[in-house]
């Protein structure tokens, strides 16, 4: 979910809720309907923004029974102590692990391992894939499967990895990446990018090799059932909760 | 019913007190030990690196009012880990209570293990209603291996302590707080049952 000042602001249609832009509502839902974790992004970029996105992470560990990752311009040891403090179970950084890659070591040293995912958006330029910033916008000198294993090294608890090729294709996950990283690495990999239909999640257990799955809009939009999909998952042997 | 949660600066308590309001009980967070001994239930929670959260309850003077708790304790996760004899997390002694130490994962899996996994073969009122195989949801990097206190069990890398029990004392591995409607009953088990 992508929160702006405290809503969701974008790919949300879900006709029953009764305010369509209340994530804590939203989350409910989807806890009561199968998700096995929830994700919300922080895009809103300002203090005041930020401070609304404390006060919704309290409210959700108010009302939701299962776990979730809050992401979105964290950048230092303070901004996680108020996000795990009001009951956020993991925290996910991209952009300020990139900048000051010894916030990882810090974070992991005062919170543990578990819950400090590191979210890396990259896309494959001349084919080497290339971490970039801001959603995908800015390239940096990093190669995906150097800067995955730093982050390792540095003691993150998981990757959360996004392919800027395959977000919002609808054609599948980038397989053969979350492959080598799986392979390579020894965090779990959480694929992201490219959900269109069921098939593309079962590839991504079992071709991608993938720890977890992520996808926003096929829910938000009612395109999959997660009761649907965990199914066919099962259908496939892949170890699901029903 | 007084629930208290122990609160020595060790991770996500909130959750544990949500989970607990969700049930329509009220739990204090509390470290004062007057408080702690009156309680009829007692949660002791516990997220992060064991040294540090060892460190703590040392600190407070905690690490000796746990083991002499009579009424009902339970411990999550970590909080379950420092209730054994020690764990290899930071070659920590613990608090004793279960004749265990918590041992890492070899590195044939992937560590730590995050996410849902199933709990089976139990032994305690804690799983009342419960049934095999269902899932909950788990977060380390070390574990428990099977002992005479072992009262459910998991898998990953090998079978393992999913919950243990001693006495007044008990422990999941998981977190009965975000374990969903399983995780409920659990919580609801001791809150009521135990």
Redesign the interface.
Known sequence: MDIKNGRTVKGINFVDLRDAGDPVELAEIYAQTGADELVFLDISATEEGRRTMADMVLRVAEKVNIPFTVGGGISSVEDVDILLHNGADKVSINSSAVKNPQLINDLVAKFGSQCIVVAIDAKQIDGQWVVHLVGGKVPTKLNLFDWAKEVEQRGAGEILFTSMDHDGTKDGFANEALAKLSTELNIPIIASGGAGKIQHFTDTFLKGKADAALAASVFHFKEIEIKDLKEELKRNNIPVRI | MKIVIINYGA??I??IK??I??LGYEAVLSSDKEEILAADKVIFPG???AGSAMGKLKDSGLHLLIPQLKQPVLGICLGMQLMCKATEEGNTSGLGIFEVNAVKFS?KV???Q???NQIAKFDSVLFNGVSENE?I?M???FYVPICKDTIAVTNYDLDYSAALQKNNFYGTQF?P?????V??RILRNFLEVV
């Open positions: 991770g996500n909130q959750s949500f989970a309001q969700r997220v992060g690196e590195n992937k560590v730590p995050i996410g849902w899932y949801y977060v380390h990097s977190h707080e975000k374990s969903s409607l995780g409920e």
